[in-house]
């Protein structure tokens, strides 16, 4: 879940009969909600978006027998469209850029993906195959480089070849990148220009779990939200500087007994609170950054698991874990 560049369209993913899907709707229209649907896939779909206004969206992930596949969007141009051809939105994206075929050495970008990424360098997690039947995949990087007009494949060496790479979260000024794997206690640290290893973090933790990254805009420090608790590292050392539980009643889930799970982590304009969402408990829990006490609770219609905030609006956007419905919270 994410906003786009104008601020004023929301970016998200649910499964809907049997398919996931990305929609987008813009809430401060003051026209009929219109929950437009952008892709589709019976597979794993994911979407991430660029600094430059592009979404790219992948439905094949995080492997398919040849490779990712990848498609760009432009934010701009379905902002515009939301405006007054919601409903068909999805057949009115025509001429959509595809890049696929990736190799581990350089390859030239064709021109309308030179000029969508417009100078940045995207990196996305995935897998690619070894051999050339599909049969052998490993976990790399595909990176598009709209610096040197190229795309290629980084292998991730450092990874056996059945880890689920899951996310990329650039440090603010994007020298390096936190890159999270499958259910974990474990993360890794890469150059953000080589895409090498620099460092590693494990949590302490019990269970292995998904892990969910935010870097403070002005602290030094990297908040990780896993299972029950929210862990606080120094982005200098690497070192764990405070354990904040969260969720401490045992809970019902899944058949188990567990002490729940948390969900994702955001900072007020200010920096000096954070919203963590508990979609057991049906609330969204504030902390003082500096003291890591607890300030206040506050109650959800859904059972939030993913946060995203809108400060041009003053609001934290929820989603919901059970089925993937949408609701905010008044927040600055």
């Known amino acids: 879940m994410f906003l786009g560049p104008t601020g004023d369209t929301l970016f998200y993913k649910r499964r809907v009969d049997g398919l996931d899907t990305l929609y987008v709707f813009q809430p401060d229209t003051g026209r009929i ?7 589709s896939s019976p597979d794993q779909l994911r979407a991430w978006p660029t600094p430059g206004g592009q979404v ?16 760009f ?10 405006d007054g051809q919601a409903s068909n939105l999805n057949s009115l994206l025509t001429d959509v850029p595809v890049l696929g075929d990736f190799k581990f050495e350089r390859t030239a970008l064709p021109v309308e993906l030179f000029e969508a990424v417009n100078g940045e ?7 690619a195959p070894t051999a050339g039947d599909g049969s052998k995949q490993a976990p790399v990087l595909y990176e598009i480089d709209g610096v040197t007009a190229s795309y290629r494949l980084v292998p991730l060496k450092f990874l056996k070849d059945t ?28 150059d953000g220009r080589t895409h090498e290893l620099v460092g590693d973090v494990i949590w302490p ?22 299972l029950s608790s929210v862990f ?3 982005r200098g050392s690497l070192e764990l500087i405070a354990e904040i539980p969260i969720e401490e009643e045992l809970r019902w889930h899944r058949g188990e007994r567990v002490l729940g799970f948390i969900g994702s982590v955001v900072f ?7 919203l963590v969402a508990r979609p057991l408990s049906g609330d969204l829990l504030e902390i003082d950054v500096v003291t890591r006490k607890r300030l206040g609770r506050y109650p959800t219609v859904i059972d939030p698991l993913e946060l995203c905030t809108a400060p041009g609006v003053g609001r934290v956007f929820m989603q919901s874990l059970r089925n993937g419905n949408i609701s905010w919270f008044p927040y600055r």
Do not use: M
Not at 33 to 38: D, G, L
Not at 56 to 71: A, D, Y
Not at 205 to 226: D, K, Y
């Open 232 to 234: 606080v590292y120094d």
């Open 121 to 127: 360098r995207v990196v996305l997690p995935g897998f």
């Open 73 to 82: 969007y432009d934010a701009r141009q379905i902002a515009e469209l939301l």
């Open 205 to 226: 933790a019990e269970q292995q779990a998904l892990a969910r990254v935010t870097h403070h805009p002005v602290r030094n420090e990297t908040w990780i939200s896993a």
């Open 268 to 274: 007020s304009q200010d920096g000096g609170k954070a």
């Open 33 to 39: 909600e219109v929950h437009a649907q952008i892709a």
């Open 163 to 190: 880890t689920l790479p899951g996310t990329l979260v650039d440090e603010p000024g994007g020298e390096r990148r936190w890159l999270t794997v499958g259910d974990s206690n474990h993360l890794f640290v890469l």
């Open 56 to 71: 790219i969206v992948c439905t094949g992930w995080p492997r398919t027998p040849v490779g990712l596949r990848f498609r």
